[in-house]
C-alpha cells in the first residue's frame, strides 16, 4: 500500500511560481503528477522515475516546470514557473509500483489557482 500526501497549492498571480510537495509511504516505481481543471479532464503533467530519476513531461509545461525528488524524505516536487491562467487546476500526485501497473494510488489533490 502506497500513501501520498500533496501540499503547496495556493493563489498565485500569472508569472509567479509555486512548488508543490508530495510525501510517499512504501515503495513505489514512479511518482506522477496530473491536474484536473473544471469541466475537463484530468491531464498527465509530470512523472519521475524512482530508480533513475528519469523524467517526462507534457508538452504544456516543459520548460516552466520541473519534477523532482528527494529519496531521504519519500518526497517528489514540482516546481512551477511562469504560471498561466490555464495552469489553474486541483493537481494530484500518483504513484504505480511496477511498470506494468496503472497509477493505482492517488493523493486528495491540491488546488491551484493563477489569477492575472
Known amino acids: 500500500q502506497v500513501q501520498l500526501v500533496e501540499s503547496g497549492g495556493g493563489l498565485v498571480q500569472t508569472g509567479g511560481s509555486l512548488r508543490l510537495s508530495c510525501v510517499a509511504s512504501?515503495?513505489?516505481?514512479?511518482v506522477a503528477w496530473f491536474r484536473q481543471a473544471p469541466g475537463k479532464e484530468r491531464e498527465f503533467v509530470a512523472v519521475i522515475n524512482w530508480s533513475d530519476d528519469s523524467t517526462g513531461y507534457v508538452d504544456s509545461v516543459k520548460g516552466r516546470f520541473t519534477i523532482s525528488k528527494d529519496s531521504a524524505k519519500n518526497t517528489v516536487y514540482l516546481q512551477m514557473s511562469s504560471l498561466k491562467a490555464e495552469d489553474t487546476a486541483v493537481y494530484y500526485c500518483?504513484?504505480?509500483?511496477?511498470?506494468?501497473?496503472?497509477?493505482?494510488?492517488w493523493g486528495q489533490g491540491t488546488q491551484v489557482t493563477v489569477s492575472s
Open positions: 500518483a504513484a504505480r509500483r511496477n511498470a506494468y501497473s496503472q497509477y493505482n494510488y
Open positions: 512504501g515503495r513505489t516505481f514512479s
